[in-house]
């Protein structure tokens, strides 16, 4: 499946494919964006089992001054950021890479919640523009088929998505598909 976006807020336009694995799920996408005023890219993987629990996320991050990539590992053990261990991620299921609506995805189609219920999640969020990695509570409440309403910390969006639970519009504008198929 196939999407791109386009976000006033941060000034980027994305395609992005999603691909089911002999496992599990990729999600992949380009984005084009500013990044420290400049003009800039990022290319990102994120790799799910078969329950669309993270294994694995990489972003390549590039400017004309900038080239760098942040890769994570996750297992039920242990997640990993750049090779590192990192404890303060134990309770986290799912990444949520700041500059792309593609991973609210993850705790959509995972959760299987139905139409009035909530549920919550924790994700390794990692942040932009700064790429540091934290562990975000989230909340996800299934307000009609293709309706959720997503809160974490202040934020606090409605979310439209397509039957497979991709983003069509994230709140106001933030995201909004260009071409959903």
Do not use: K
């Not at 500013?34 to 694995?56: A, K, M, N, Q």
């Not at 297992?75 to 990993?80: C, K, N, Q, T, V």
């Not at 303060?88 to 009035?116: F, H, K, S």
């Amino acid at each position: 499946m196939n999407i791109s976006w386009t976000s006033q807020e941060l000034s980027s336009t994305e395609s992005f494919v999603l691909r089911r694995t002999e496992d599990g799920w990729s999600l992949a996408g380009e984005v084009a964006l500013l990044i420290g005023g400049r003009p800039g890219r990022i290319e990102y993987e994120v790799v799910t089992d078969e329950r669309w629990r993270t294994r694995s996320a990489e972003a390549h991050i590039t400017t004309d001054v900038l080239e760098t990539s942040v890769v994570i590992e996750a297992s039920d053990e242990l997640w990993r950021v750049d090779g590192e261990p990192r404890h303060d991620l134990a309770r986290c299921v799912d990444v949520d890479l700041g500059w792309t609506p593609a991973t609210n995805t993850l705790p959509m189609r995972r959760l299987g919640i139905g139409v009035g219920e909530t549920a919550h999640t924790t994700a390794a969020w990692l942040r932009f523009p700064d790429l540091r990695v934290e562990a975000s509570d989230q909340e996800y409440s299934r307000q009609g088929e293709n309706l959720w309403r997503y809160r974490s910390g202040s934020a606090d969006y409605l979310i439209e998505t397509t039957p497979e639970m991709l983003v069509r519009r994230y709140g106001e504008d933030l995201w909004v598909a260009d071409t959903p198929e």
